[in-house]
């Protein structure tokens, strides 16, 4: 659901935390709530949430779903799994009542394909992490059982790659890789 009125940063941060049941995003300044999804979207956050934990140093990273990024003041997305470095949270510490929004570019952002949402993951989120910087960005389709990558180059540019029935490696995270076979329970 989207409300049609423009509205700023600070009356999005207010809404947000007045209103904690709601996820609400900020596309071109309009409050757009991200709807329940279904069994299999679910279960893939959770499951590559769990598989990324278990492969990153905890002292420098934290695996949100519920994290905020911020491409401009008109647009605050809540990516389903957002690998934020640690040092990036430090602003946020010891503040009650601020709501953590990451601005600068972050190592993985991950959206996973639901029915309600999956065009618009598409068509207005994937390009502004992309205009964020974001070093690498996953669409993980759970019914076609497929992942699309796309890892930021050294011009800015952005590489895709289609993966089905394999190993990921996050190039943008040594060391972490995620087999498909697990992550859709083949």
Known sequence: MAIE?????????????????????????????KPGMTWEHNRTVMLLG???????????FHVFSEGRVR?????????????????????????????????????????????????????AKLPEYQRRGDLEIWLIHPYERTLTAWRRQPDG???????REEIVHATALPGVAIDLAILFNI
């Not at 769990?50 to 420098?60: E, G, P, T």
């Not at 540019?157 to 993966?163: K, V």
């Open 157 to 163: 540019s952005y590489e895709e790659s289609l993966y």
């Open 71 to 123: 491409q401009s003041t008109g647009n605050i997305y809540i990516p389903d799994i957002a690998v934020i470095p640690t040092a990036f949270g430090q602003e946020f510490e010891n503040r009650p009542g601020v709501l953590a929004i990451f601005t600068d570019p972050l190592p993985l952002v991950v959206e996973v394909w639901s029915s309600s949402t999956g065009g618009y993951d598409v068509r």
């Open 50 to 60: 769990h598989l990324l934990l278990l492969q990153l140093d905890l002292r420098h």
């Open 5 to 33: 009125t423009q509205i700023n940063e600070d009356i999005y941060q207010h809404t947000v935390l007045a209103d904690p049941d709601r996820k609400w995003e900020l596309h071109d300044g309009r409050l757009r709530e």
